[in-house]
């Protein structure tokens, strides 16, 4: 069994985190029950990155580095952008499909691609701490695993349970 804890990075001005964002990352560090880790895994935007700095450090971590998996960031944003607003506010995958399927099902599938190299790298028992963005982490898990999950928010996860080659996916939970 290996584990991936999903989650979308906090608010943010650009490629960094707001104060607010920064408060909001080190509140979801302090309930964060399920350290240790053994990887850190961050999309390579620096707003990932930051986020993940503060929860290495609410976990006590600090000494493990932050791993770069650039296969969950889709070169194709802009695009995203469009589908999303074209969608609505708050549309899940399935609403951004009606619009641009192509994009949907290629992106999914990359995205998932990404994920399960952060999956395949952990160890039996594994488990990893990763942050990247919305609406790309749900296409990752859609890729992977062929569920839909709601849209995340910010500071929002899922986790994403490897056994067997079988996936499942649940929700992280503010009070989990």
């Known amino acids: 069994m290996r584990t991936v804890d999903l989650f979308r990075h906090t608010d943010n001005d650009g490629d960094e ?15 964060l ?52 607003k074209a969608a609505g506010k708050g549309a899940d995958l399935e609403a951004m499909r009606d619009r641009d399927p192509e994009l949907v099902d290629k992106e999914s599938w990359l995205l998932g691609l990404g994920l399960k190299r952060v999956i395949e790298h952990l160890p039996d028992g594994g488990r990893a701490l990763v942050v990247g963005h919305s609406p790309t982490n749900e296409a990752a898990v859609l890729g992977l695993t062929g569920t839909v999950v709601a849209p995340l928010g910010k500071g929002e996860g899922v986790t994403v349970v490897e056994r067997d080659g079988a996936y499942t996916v649940t929700a992280i939970s503010e009070s989990e």
Do not use: F, H, K, N
């Open 33 to 84: 029950l399920t350290p240790p880790y053994d990887a850190y895994v961050s999309s390579g935007a620096a707003r990932a990155t930051q986020m993940l700095q503060i929860l290495r450090r609410a976990t006590g971590q600090e000494d493990l580095p932050i791993l770069e998996e650039t296969g969950l960031r889709s070169v194709v944003e802009d695009r995203w952008r469009d589908v999303a």
């Open 17 to 31: 985190l707001t104060p607010e964002g920064v408060q909001a990352a080190e509140r979801v560090g302090r309930e």
